[in-house]
């Protein structure tokens, strides 16, 4: 669905922020205009009423009278929008303009006080501004009256509008230029997610065997977690399919000479007795590796002072008419991640290798954070023993799959072929060659 894309959803929160933060933005802009409008009103009325008290006479008498001839024509013309009014304290209307004739005549504010002005906005009507002064004239007569001037809310609520409208239009217009610049800069940051998933894409079709692509950093983390499951499950695969050919190839002479033995089987049952037993440990061992190498196991913390102890001792019963002595050299604390099929797998051969080879004496030595051939490793297990060892032109060949070193002694020659395929495909390295301490075979594991 459309509302499962990281894209969409990212793309319709940053709108609906974008679109609140527009709407917030214009009704505060709209108010503050509105506001500094109404200032500039009260400023100009203001004027208008210092401009009444200009034309405006106190005479000896103590009547106030205003010329006919007004500074401001449209205190004259009815309906112009602008009215002026004077009364008394009182509230006695002393004097209003001919623009005013038919409107109600407002009602000051209480205790005004001389000298002090009152602004007022009766909206959506109009806006009134009171001024309190007290008049002495020549002859000493001393007068306070109100004078108030007013204008119609229209002429403050079009500026208003045209500011509103022209408000709305520039900020749709930055509306759409920055979704536009948020899509932009939305695919330009999520571009890495699409490349990696256009290069599993091509994994899933064949096309590339790993994730090789230049990721940001953030994703270079799970582009190796990637790869290292790709590989892992590529192992195990190949793992199976090595088993069952092992598993095939080591049946064929069973079933040959079972065959042969079917026309008298009578003269021939312990001979099938034998096949029979020996098919059976083939298919058990077979299935052994199977279940150890490619079953799907939390990799989790081996203790592995723990874990090799375990495994020669095992072996010291198995080989217990040579008495061996086996040394074990373990970093304190030396735990590692680890599938611990694979690590018996990878040791078990090799010990069970050199527990067979050696006369009496065997090592084991694990080194951290080793360095081999310019990079650097987590780990090196190193197991030696004190056996005849094997021949420099013999040793590449023990590698290859059903190649023993000694025909002689009992075996598939499949076990040097595991360890050296597993390692490699954990993407460490496996070195063979003369011990200097035991003067038999070194094996050198180095994990990553």
Not at 42 to 50: C, F, G, S, T
Not at 103 to 130: C, I, M, Q, S
């Amino acid at each position: 669905m459309r509302t499962k894309s990281l894209s969409f959803r990212l793309l319709a929160t940053e709108g609906l922020v974008l679109a609140a933060f527009l709407a917030l933005v214009a009704v505060v802009l709209e108010q503050s205009f509105r506001e500094s409008a109404e200032q500039a009103l009260k400023e100009r009325l203001q004027v208008q009423i210092y401009s009444l008290l200009s034309t405006a006479e106190l005479k000896n008498s103590g009547d106030l009278s205003i010329p006919s001839n007004l500074p401001e024509p449209r205190f004259v013309n009815p309906g112009s929008g602008l009215y002026a009014f004077i009364q008394k304290t009182n509230k006695n209307l002393i004097w209003r303009s001919p623009s005013s004739i038919g409107l109600d005549v407002p009602t000051p504010p209480e205790k005004l006080g001389a000298g002090n002005t009152y602004f007022l906005a009766d909206n959506p009507r109009r806006y009134f501004l009171h001024y309190d002064i007290i008049w002495k004239n020549l002859a000493g007569i001393e007068k306070e009256y109100i004078f108030t001037v007013a204008e119609d809310s229209e002429f403050v609520s079009q500026q208003v509008n045209r500011f509103r409208k022209a408000l709305w239009s520039w900020l749709a217009v930055i509306g759409i230029v920055l979704i536009f610049l948020q899509f932009s800069l939305l695919r330009w940051c999520l571009k890495p997610i699409r490349i990696i998933v256009n290069d599993l894409n091509a994994i899933e079709k064949g096309k590339k065997t790993l994730l090789d692509g230049e990721y940001s950093t953030e994703l270079q983390s799970l582009a190796g977690n990637l790869n290292a499951f790709i590989t892992h499950e590529r192992a195990h695969l190949e793992r199976y399919r090595n088993t069952l050919a092992d598993l095939a190839h080591s049946l064929k002479t069973p079933l040959a000479i079972l065959r042969g033995c079917t026309e008298s089987f009578s003269d021939n049952k312990e001979t099938v007795q034998e096949q029979i037993t020996i098919m059976d440990k083939i298919v058990e061992y077979q299935l052994q590796r199977a279940a150890a190498k490619g079953g799907h196991k939390a990799i989790k913390g081996i203790d592995l002072s723990a874990f090799l102890n375990k495994i020669s001792s095992s072996l010291n019963k198995v080989y217990i008419d040579k008495a061996i002595n086996t040394v074990i050299s373990v970093p304190e604390q030396c735990q590692i991640y680890f599938e611990e099929g694979d690590l018996y797998e990878i040791i078990g051969n090799l010990l069970d290798n050199a527990c067979k080879w050696c006369k009496h004496n065997t090592k084991i030595t694990v080194t951290k954070n080793p360095r081999k051939d310019r990079r650097n490793y987590a780990l090196l297990i190193q197991i030696d023993d004190d056996g005849p060892g094997i021949p420099d032109g013999k040793l590449n060949e023990i590698l290859k799959r059903g190649v023993r070193a000694d025909e002689n002694i009992h075996g598939h020659g499949i076990g040097m072929t595991v360890v050296f395929d597993l390692v490699g495909m954990l993407g460490g390295k496996l070195e063979g060659n003369k011990s200097t301490e035991l003067g038999g075979m070194s094996w050198r594991v180095y994990l990553p």
